[in-house]
């Protein structure tokens, strides 16, 4: 998996990495990745999953099968 290195970062701007990183309770490079991998994705596909989401846990009694783990079907969604 390639790598990135971020030279001459503003001190605020990882302290609020490191303390995001830790609040989601993850690694400072993995909570750099998710924040680069939001920030290219289109708008609409994030808007999209989010409504899809929010429609699953809506009707989440109605449908059959067990749905206890939306964003599985999220990233079958994505993968399409």
Do not use: F, H
Not at 55 to 65: A, E, L, Q
């Amino acid at each position: 998996m390639p790598s990135l290195q971020v030279r001459d970062l503003d001190d605020r701007v990882y302290r609020a990495l490191v303390r995001r990183a830790e609040r989601e309770r993850r690694s400072l490079a993995r909570q750099a990745a998710v924040i680069l991998e939001a920030g290219l994705e289109p708008a609409g596909d994030r808007n999209r999953r989010q409504a899809l989401l929010a429609k699953i846990r809506d009707n989440r009694g109605d449908w059959p099968g067990d749905l206890a783990a939306p964003a599985e079907l999220l990233r079958e969604d994505r993968d399409r």
